[in-house]
């Protein structure tokens, strides 16, 4: 059974800070991974998508990596913003019509 | 992109009433629906797959008979939470698998509160 494990669990930078959000998986036989951020009592807003075959994808000032064969994937946020606060949450899809399945979240607070 | 639309954001209502929570896909067709749960500050949880046109399957633990999955077409798929009681106050969301493009469009999601 795919399970998602996110590290760290919370953390509080200084505006302008770089920082990296890590995710990781037990199985590697996965069709794709998303990030997402999530504001405190919202929905989902989907921030990037790497497919099985991708190493990474960048969509602003975030960058998102992935190494399928050891089961692990980076979101970097560079020169965060006091904006960026809110929880982040890696999920990784199976092939078919498979759930996604996600990680606890990592709670980010960017001080200004 | 493609665009689930999720109704009612925000239920409040009496313990032992039911409450029925949809979930449309606005411009594509969708054979296969997933319900989530959230409870504060914990992450998503997968409750149940709902197929159009059949029986959903349902996650270890979760009662069938307590939350009723219909997905009666290819763009509608409804979750009633029956005889509703303080413990079910959770966030409820439902995404959709884009045909074919092994991805997940989600709702924006339902605020249930038990009174």
């Known amino acids: 059974k795919q399970e998602v494990t996110q590290i760290p669990a919370a953390l509080s930078v200084p505006e302008g800070e770089n920082l990296v959000l890590n995710c990781s998986f037990t199985?590697?036989?996965?069709?794709?991974l998303q990030w997402f951020r999530q504001d405190p009592g919202k929905g989902l807003t989907s921030l990037l998508l790497?497919?099985?075959?991708?190493r990474e994808q960048t969509s602003g000032r975030l960058n998102a990596s992935l190494d399928k064969s050891s089961g692990r994937s980076t979101l970097y946020i560079a020169a965060s913003q006091p904006g960026d606060s809110a929880t982040y949450l890696c999920?990784?899809?199976?092939?078919?019509?498979?759930?996604?399945?996600f990680g606890k979240g990592t709670r980010l607070s960017v001080i200004a | 992109g493609a665009v689930v639309s999720q109704h009612p954001s925000r239920v409040i209502c009496k313990s032992g009433t039911s409450v029925k929570i949809e979930c449309r896909s606005l411009?594509?067709?969708?054979?296969?629906m997933f319900w989530y749960r959230q409870f504060p500050k914990q992450s998503l949880m997968l409750m149940a797959t709902?197929?159009?046109?059949?029986?959903?399957?349902?996650e270890q633990g979760v009662e069938k008979d307590k939350f009723l999955i219909n997905h009666a077409s290819l763009t509608l798929s409804t979750l009633t939470v029956t005889s509703a009681h303080p413990e079910d106050s959770s966030f409820y969301i439902c995404?959709?698998?884009?045909?074919?493009?092994?991805?997940?469009?989600f709702g924006a999601g339902t605020r249930l509160s038990v009174l």
């Open positions: 199985d590697s036989a996965i069709y794709n």
């Open positions: 790497i497919q099985s075959s991708q």
């Open positions: 995404s959709a698998d884009g045909q074919g493009k092994n991805i997940q469009y």
């Open positions: 999920a990784v899809k199976g092939s078919g019509n498979t759930p996604l399945v």
């Open positions: 411009d594509f067709q969708a054979t296969t």
């Open positions: 709902s197929n159009e046109g059949s029986k959903a399957t349902y």
